[in-house]
């Protein structure tokens, strides 16, 4: 007992390795512009994020969220024919962002994917009188416009991606990946004997991304000792348990 004791104290003074979880900053990368972008085609840059510097330490988590926000745009409809009409249009914009550079960004616990389509899209009802004329244009009762207004749709907060897949998000410093995305501009009008006319709407695409991993971390000592003295001490207490031994 008085040997298990000895050492329990003096182990209790050396130091000891363990780790802390850690969490890099958010990631945010977006684009801007009118709806219908595509950054599969010319012009269009798609969403770049840096992989995790495994010098870091070892990744424990990706998390991910994502939103799309439409801003003005117009739907108008102008009655062509001598008889009242009406019905209906469409306005706003759809956002799917879409896996590259061999990425898989699949649910915690699951292999859905994380990546559903957003829509953002407002409706109205279109009441024309007659035009008489059946001219193009006017403000009279036969010509209506709507108005889109600002509205943000996003994937309701950070999402955890499978942790199975973590090591495709390991790289060096400097390492990146890339998202695509494809919006649809949404500019529908339906009303018998009317000629539409549109403007799309301005459309925000952003998508954010932070890590977790675990750090090694030196633990200072249970009682501040210096290593050294924690040898000696050492040393001290088996020359004790010996001088013991022979006395007896």
């Known amino acids: 007992m008085f040997k298990k004791t000895l050492l329990a104290v003096v182990l209790a003074g050396m130091t000891a390795t363990s780790f802390a979880e850690m969490t890099t900053s958010v990631q945010s990368d977006s684009f801007s512009g009118e709806g219908g972008a595509d950054s599969t085609l010319a012009g269009v840059s798609p969403l770049e994020f840096d992989m995790f510097d495994s010098s870091l330490g070892t990744l424990t988590g990706a998390y991910i969220s994502y939103s799309l926000g439409v801003n003005g745009g117009l739907i108008g409809a102008d009655n062509m024919s001598?008889?009242?009409?009406?019905?209906t249009g469409s306005?706003?914009?759809e956002m799917l962002l879409q896996e590259m550079s061999g990425m898989n960004f699949f649910k915690e616990g699951t292999y859905d994917s994380v990546f559903e389509k957003l829509t953002r899209v407002e409706n109205t009802t279109f009441n024309l009188a007659a035009d008489p004329t059946m001219s193009v244009g006017g403000e009279g009762d036969d010509v209506q416009e709507f108005?889109?207004?600002?509205g943000t749709v996003d994937s309701n907060g950070f999402i955890s991606l499978n942790t199975k897949l973590l090591s495709q998000f390991m790289g060096n410093a400097g390492d990146t990946f890339t998202v695509d995305f494809d919006t649809t501009s949404v500019t529908t009008v339906s009303v018998t004997g009317a000629q539409g006319f549109f403007q799309p709407v301005n459309l925000d695409v952003t998508m954010n991304l932070y890590y977790t991993y675990d750090e090694v971390a030196e633990t200072a000592e249970a009682n501040d000792a210096p290593a050294p003295l924690g040898f000696a001490a050492l040393g001290l207490a088996l020359a004790g348990f010996g001088m013991r031994r022979k006395k007896k």
Not at 82 to 87: F, H, K, L, Q, R
């Open 91 to 93: 306005l706003g914009a």
């Open 82 to 87: 001598n008889e009242e009409t009406s019905g």
């Open 147 to 150: 108005n889109g207004t600002s």
